[in-house]
Every structure is written in C-alpha cells, then in structure tokens.
C-alpha cells in the first residue's frame, strides 16, 4: 500500500503561481511512477503530469506544457507540481497518483493509489 497526502493548494489570482506537494508513505517510493490529475467540477479526472521512479522522464498534459514542473525527491519521498502563470481554467482539484509501474504511465486506468485531492481555484 501507498499513502499518499497532497498539500499546497490555494485560491489565486490568474497570472499567479503554486507548488503543489504529494508526500507518500508505506511501500517503497522510488520505485513508483507518479502522477498529477485534475478534475474539474462536471469533467473528467485528467492527467497533468507524470514522471517516472527516477525523475528523468516526465509527460505533460498540452495544456500545461511550459507552465507546470513536475519534480520528485525520493530522500523525502515527494512528488510536487509547480504551477506558474495560472489561468482560470486551471481550477479543479488535483490529485497526486502513484502507479505499481515504474514509467511509462500516462493512463488514468494504471495509476494504483490515489491522494484525497486539493483544491485549486485561479479567478480572472
């Protein structure tokens, strides 16, 4: 089993950036992919970004290429999601993933454990 806990999240103006942290506990971390999904209210849970047990590949969702970093520290067993430059339409809750797999993962459907989720609101 994973534990993981998102934190981080917060209500902003657009133009404005956050880091989201997912600290995770039980079974080995570095060994996982992990990944960043959103879900809008009345949408589907999305991927935003993924990256792989090392850190050396990362996938992002097109509409958030070249604002948003994911990272991974496996000491602290961390993932995080910097944001920059939000838009209203980044508003959902985002949940962090952590896959059996070690890379690879984009899917929603292998993606294993689930955080509770923290809301993000950017207003205009």
């Known amino acids: 089993q994973v534990q993981l806990v998102e934190s981080g999240g917060g209500l902003l103006q657009a133009g404005g950036s956050l880091r989201l942290s997912c600290a995770a506990s039980g079974r080995t971390f570095s060994s996982n992919a992990m990944g960043w999904f959103r879900q809008a209210p009345g949408k589907e849970r999305d991927i935003v970004a993924a990256?792989?047990?090392?850190?050396?590949?990362?996938f992002y969702a097109d509409s958030v290429k070249g604002r948003f970093t994911i990272s991974r520290d496996n000491a602290k067993n961390t993932v995080y999601l910097q944001m920059n430059n939000l838009l209203p339409e980044d508003t959902a809750v985002y949940y962090c993933?952590?896959?059996?797999?070690?890379?690879?993962?984009?899917?929603?459907?292998?993606?294993?454990?689930w955080g509770q989720g923290t809301q993000v609101t950017v207003s205009s």
């Open positions: 993933a952590a896959s059996s797999r070690s890379s690879g993962v984009v899917a929603r459907s292998r993606y294993d454990y």
């Open positions: 990256i792989n047990w090392s850190g050396s590949s990362t």
